[in-house]
């Protein structure tokens, strides 16, 4: 669970989350670390070398909903982070995709993966990434993502900054 947990999803809100995280602090070094309100642990921010990653809407549990009605809930999320990225390309240009699905390969067998994606997929989040970058003035890189961690998991759209490039990864396992 997030922080945003119950949350209506709120285009301007995310906007002003993202421009924010864009001009915060990033650590340039350091272990990563997950961040979590202190009553209740939901997750806030994951930060790590490079980078750091908050979520910005969580959608509702999806125990017990099948077919039609989870479909409009991954419909919704997707929605959801498409109207963003539509505000930001208007904003810093057009995006580009940047597929989790070799990083995510490599983990699941174990092969280590960058900081940033291990990061991603302690926090579920699995989703390809809808990237900007280097933004201009900043050189750094923006990009949103969805993901859940199974069936039943709340769908979460999340928002990462980091100081380095974020592009598909090698697919050279070496």
Do not use: K
């Amino acid at each position: 669970m997030s922080a945003r947990a119950g949350e209506t999803f709120d285009t301007a809100r995310a906007l002003a989350d993202v421009r924010g995280l864009l001009a915060g602090p990033v650590p340039e070094a350091g272990p990563v670390v997950a961040e979590g309100e202190p009553d209740t642990g939901e997750w806030t921010a994951t930060a790590g070398p490079g980078f750091r990653i908050v979520p910005l809407w969580e959608g509702d549990s999806l125990t017990g909903v099948y077919e039609s009605e989870w479909h409009e809930a991954v419909d919704a999320s997707e929605s959801h982070l498409a109207g963003l990225a539509a505000e930001l390309d208007r904003e810093w240009g057009p995006h580009h995709v940047v597929p989790l699905h070799v990083p995510m390969l490599r983990h699941q067998r174990g092969v280590p993966v960058e900081p940033l994606f291990e990061a991603l997929f302690s926090e579920d989040l699995y989703g390809d990434l809808t990237v900007w970058g280097p933004v201009d003035g900043t050189g750094r890189w923006v990009a949103l993502g969805v993901g859940h961690s199974d069936g039943d998991a709340p769908l979460v759209l999340a928002a990462l900054v980091s100081l380095r490039s974020v592009t598909v990864p090698d697919t050279d396992d070496r």
